[in-house]
């Protein structure tokens, strides 16, 4: 953002709004565009359904909906946050130029699995190697 460019922020979870999770240049998105970006995820999400498509969940269409916004908004950067684990999460349809794994430890064990190499297998997923044959 120092340098001039358009940096979109993806976190969780929200501490007040949901607003708060999507954010350009620090800024949360407004209460009238979360709600035209509800609406759009929300044709698609019936469309998928309609077509045998299961029902995604909560974080799924939030994240569609941060992917949408920052698409529209045409940012330079996109700081995502995964939401549990790496491997299976819905963040993890882009292929990032950094992937920053903090820390490892026992958490989520009834999703990522029950021990820190189990853990550290699910958040390696983050890391999408580009490999050319």
Same mark, same amino acid.
């Given at each position: 953002?120092?340098?001039?460019?358009?940096?979109?922020?993806?976190?969780?979870?929200?501490?007040?709004?949901?607003?708060?999770?999507?954010?350009?240049?620090?800024?949360?998105?407004?209460?009238?565009?979360?709600?035209?970006?509800?609406?759009?995820?929300?044709?698609?999400?019936?469309?998928?359904?309609?077509?045998?498509?299961?029902?995604?969940?909560?974080?799924?269409?939030?994240?569609?909906?941060?992917?949408?916004?920052?698409?529209?908004?045409?940012?330079?950067?996109?700081?995502?946050?995964?939401?549990?684990?790496? %491997?299976?999460?819905? &963040? @993890? /349809?882009? #292929?990032?130029? %950094?992937?920053?794994? &903090? @820390? /490892?430890? #026992?958490?989520?064990?009834?999703?990522?699995?029950?021990?820190?190499?189990?853990?550290?297998?699910?958040?390696?997923?983050?890391?999408?190697?580009?490999?050319?044959?």
């Amino acid at each position: 953002m120092a340098s001039g460019l358009k940096v979109g922020t993806y976190t969780s979870p929200h501490f007040v709004k949901y607003n708060e999770r999507i954010t350009i240049n620090g800024q949360d998105v407004s209460n009238e565009t979360f709600a035209e970006l509800a609406t759009k995820v929300a044709a698609a999400e019936e469309k998928f359904k309609q077509k045998g498509g299961t029902q995604p969940t909560q974080f799924e269409v939030l994240t569609a909906m941060c992917f949408l916004h920052f698409a529209q908004e045409n940012i330079d950067y996109g700081v995502i946050e995964v939401g549990m684990g790496g %491997l299976w999460d819905s &963040t @993890n /349809v882009i #292929l990032p130029e %950094l992937s920053i794994i &903090t @820390n /490892v430890s #026992l958490e989520h064990t009834n999703v990522l699995g029950k021990t820190v190499a189990a853990i550290s297998e699910q958040k390696a997923g983050i890391i999408n190697l580009l490999c050319l044959w």
